[in-house]
Each structure stands twice: as structure tokens, then as C-alpha cells.
């Protein structure tokens, strides 16, 4: 079906931690994975995203991992400030999606105390 | 200058009005779409355009009505509103059509009452 879950819709973590963020997703089709950031009052922001011929790919301070066997992809967040407070989308564009259809989870919301 | 810019930011209206809320682009790119946030977050995808052409209509009531009259802009027009339509609606471009690099606009909130 079409869905794309997160494990935890709120997550408390300290400014300097390390933060995962999770998402699970069922439709075995697909082929590229988006994570998005949005903060208060502001549209998405493209953050990272990864296709299924990779299972791992940085960017500055983040991490997006995926496990096709098990269709999971997490995204970490290294050292997190303050500005990391928002709440993160993955979304999925499936596999011979012509339209440019993405579909968002549900998100997670990430809090950062100092 | 803001890459993708909706008007209004904020709209409050009566049941049964009719609305319109505006996007327009400067980033050069030729798709364009309009999502639909709810009160939980939940990310929607309305439609698609790409070169002024409809290329997504996702189960979308016909009272809602987007128009492309130039690759910058895609406004979105809503008849007879309801309840029901009270959500952030965002506008997002893209360079490509079947990318995942979307640009969004800071969301246009809509309150009917």
C-alpha cells in the first residue's frame, strides 16, 4: 500500500547528542527516499535523500541510512544544535512515479534542549 | 528574494465562500504542485504541473481548481468551502518532474468557518 511511518512521532534529545530519526515504509517498490525538514511556520525544507542501489549517504552533519531488507531508513543527525528543532518527513517516490508524487510520512518531531 | 512565495499567508473565511490563494516562483523550474498539510501534519500531494500542464490530480474534489497561466506560477482556487478544507496548503517547485528536491513556499493557512 501506500504509507510511509515514522516509529516516533516526538523525540527529546540534548544539544550536542546524536539524534535517529526512523522511518519505516511498505511499499517494496520503491526506489528513492527524501527526508525533509520543517520548522515552525516555514514549508519543507530538502534535507537529503538516497536511491535504493545505496544503503548509506552523508551530508554536512547527516546521515541517511536504508535497509531495503527490512524497508527502513533512518536519518542521524551529528552533534545536534537548537536549529536541529523541527519536524522531520521522510517521503518515498515510487518506483516509475512519473507525476513527481512524493509521499510523506507521517513525521517525527525533534526537540533539542540546551 | 523568496524562491517560492504564496499569498496570503493566512486566510480566514465562511463556509460556502470561494477562495484563491497564489503562487508564483523565480527559480527557473517547470513543475510546480500544490500539498495540503492537516491539523496532524500530514503531508498531502494535490497536484502536479509541469510546463503548465496537469500531470497530478490526486482524487482531488473538483470545487478545488489550480491553474498554470506561466511556469511561475500555479494558483489554487476553492469553491463552496467546507469544514473540512481547513488546512496549510503549500506550494512547491522543482527543476525536474521525478525529483525529490522540492522547494516549498511557507504555506498559505486556511481557517474556514
Known amino acids: 500500500g501506500e504509507s510511509v511511518g515514522l516509529h516516533l512521532p516526538t523525540l527529546s534529545v540534548q544539544e550536542g547528542d546524536n539524534s535517529i530519526i526512523n522511518c519505516a515504509y511498505s511499499?517494496?517498490?520503491?526506489?528513492?527516499f527524501i527526508w525533509y525538514k520543517q520548522e515552525s511556520g516555514k514549508g519543507p525544507q530538502f534535507i537529503i535523500d538516497?536511491?535504493?542501489?545505496?544503503d548509506k549517504r552523508q551530508g554536512q552533519r547527516v546521515t541517511v541510512l536504508l535497509n531495503k531488507t527490512v524497508k527502513h531508513l533512518s536519518l542521524q543527525i551529528a552533534a545536534t544544535q537548537p536549529g536541529d528543532s523541527a519536524v522531520y518527513f521522510c517521503?518515498?517516490?515510487?518506483?516509475?512515479?512519473?507525476?513527481?508524487?512524493?509521499?510523506f510520512g507521517q513525521g517525527t518531531e525533534l526537540s533539542v534542549k540546551p | 528574494d523568496t524562491a517560492v512565495s504564496q499569498t496570503p499567508k493566512y486566510l480566514v473565511t465562511q463556509m460556502g465562500n470561494d477562495k484563491s490563494i497564489k503562487c508564483e516562483q523565480n527559480?527557473?523550474?517547470?513543475?510546480m504542485y500544490w500539498y495540503k498539510q492537516d491539523s496532524k501534519k500530514f503531508l498531502k500531494i494535490m497536484f502536479s504541473?509541469?510546463?503548465?500542464?496537469?500531470?497530478i490530480n490526486e482524487t482531488v474534489p473538483n470545487r478545488f481548481s489550480p491553474k498554470s497561466p506561466d511556469k511561475a506560477h500555479l494558483n489554487l482556487h476553492i469553491n463552496s468551502l467546507e469544514l473540512g478544507d481547513s488546512a496549510v496548503y503549500f506550494c512547491?517547485?522543482?527543476?525536474?518532474?521525478?525529483?525529490?528536491?522540492?522547494?516549498f513556499g511557507e504555506g498559505s493557512r486556511l481557517t474556514v468557518l
Open positions: 517521503a518515498e517516490n515510487p518506483q516509475g512515479n512519473q507525476g513527481g508524487k512524493l509521499i
Open positions: 512547491a517547485s522543482s527543476q525536474l518532474l521525478n525529483t525529490g528536491e522540492l522547494f
Open positions: 511499499n517494496s517498490a520503491s526506489d528513492y
Open positions: 504541473y509541469n510546463n503548465k500542464e496537469l500531470i
Open positions: 538516497i536511491r535504493s542501489n545505496m
Open positions: 527559480l527557473g523550474h517547470d513543475t
